[in-house]
């Protein structure tokens, strides 16, 4: 065994075939298909259908709901391996709605919903963001205004990822317009198929992450039953976003550990076998350094990401520590791939490298799932 070897003390022997399971997987089934996945700026419809039928999909939702009756380490083995691999996949949001519906839905939403998004057929989009409201969420214009039964949504909504191939998407809307600020918000989920009123935009044109759709929402009198509405209340839905957010910036932070570690192993590789001046890029002392500074902040990272997960599998990981994670763990993430970059010379800028298409997916993890300056917004309030 190398002497600088490492394995996180959340694996399990189980997690171990968990992870062999779905890194063949990502090699038989996604890989294949980047290219037409990022030329047309979306994964294939069946794409989800397979990922549910191999456990991909709610791996850490009980099994009673259609999960995999795993825990945060089978999702976190999920988020790792799609990133090591470079795949931007939207596996990640389906989790995310699914735990919104676990932890605040009635037993009909979970046993309506959950099988049916752990099978992949339907796919979940979180549409939070508004082309005037971004973190900050007081100024979502989007309402549901209840009508009998129904609840009648209008609105839109931008940078909604899944957005394209979503047919059930959690909205954040106005349930009530007489208050302000953050009071009145509600968490509605609307199946869209055949909705009347309801439209998707075209796909965003990104910096990066080609491959994984990103779109507006538009809902006219999109009516939708008044059960549909998330939790026994409502006004419920900023605290329930505030109390569900730590769970998307954990798996964020996942992602960038894993990407970075990924960055400094192929451009270990490619200064091996790359020749200047009559030697390897490697047999320089820039070369060695930088990579040895790129690794050791990689370990670092991952340390720290690892002390985290067990927090979470304990029950006891606070949202300070997430905040601290999420910020942290991008930044050095950014930090590393464009080293990696560098090393790799001109190629680096050439998107057939997987070193250029990790630097522009890289630049997106210090925005979504708040921006890394909320992220220290919540760890001051800790001083």
């Keep these: 065994m190398s002497t600088c070897s490492y394995e996180s003390p959340w694996l399990t022997d189980e997690v171990r075939m968990f992870r062999a399971t779905v890194r063949q997987f990502i090699q038989k089934e996604f890989l294949p298909h980047q290219d037409r996945w990022r030329e047309q700026r979306r994964p294939d419809a069946a794409a989800w259908t397979a990922a549910g039928d191999a456990g ?5 939702v009980p099994d009673a709901y259609g999960g995999g009756g795993g825990t945060f380490a089978h999702e976190a083995v999920v988020v790792d391996e799609l990133a090591r691999a470079g795949i931007a996949f939207g596996s990640g949001i389906q989790s995310v709605v699914a735990h919104y519906i676990l932890a605040y839905g009635s037993e009909h939403q979970k046993r309506e919903w959950l099988p049916r ?3 992949g057929e339907l796919v979940g ?3 939070m963001s508004e082309p005037g409201a971004g973190s900050d969420l007081s100024g979502i214009q989007t309402t549901a205004r209840r009508d009998n039964g129904y609840y009648v949504v209008n609105g839109s909504k931008t940078f909604v990822t899944n957005g394209g191939s979503a047919s059930l998407v959690c909205v954040a809307a106005k349930t009530d317009s007489t208050v302000g600020g953050l009071k009145g918000i509600s968490l509605v989920l609307v199946e869209t198929p055949g909705l009347a009123g309801y439209r998707v935009g075209r796909p965003l044109d990104k910096v990066g992450m080609h491959a994984q759709d990103t779109c507006e929402l538009f809902f006219d009198d999109v009516r939708i039953p008044a059960a549909n509405l998330l939790g026994p209340a409502e006004g419920k839905g900023f605290s329930q976003m505030m109390d569900s957010l730590p769970y998307e910036r954990l798996a964020v932070a996942v992602r960038a550990v894993a990407m970075a570690e990924h960055a400094v192993a192929i451009t270990a590789d490619y200064v091996k076998q790359r020749a200047a001046f009559g030697k390897t890029l490697l047999d320089f002392q820039n070369t060695r350094f930088k990579l040895a500074e790129c690794m050791t902040v ?10 985290c997960i067990e927090r979470f599998l304990q029950g006891n990981l606070d949202d300070i520590t997430t905040a601290m994670a999420k910020y942290w763990l991008t930044e050095a993430q950014c930090a590393i791939v464009d080293e990696c970059v ?3 010379g001109g190629y680096g800028y050439m998107t057939e490298y997987p070193i250029a298409r990790m630097w522009t997916d890289s630049r997106v993890q210090r925005i979504y799932a708040g921006t890394n300056e909320i992220m220290k917004e919540l760890i001051a309030c800790a001083l």
Aim: glycine content about 4%.
């Design 125 to 127: 989009a979180i549409a």
């Design 298 to 307: 990689a370990r670092v990272g991952r340390v720290f990401l690892d002390h």
């Design 56 to 60: 991909l999909l709610l791996a850490d």
């Design 342 to 344: 560098q090393l790799h």
């Design 117 to 119: 998004m752990a099978r």
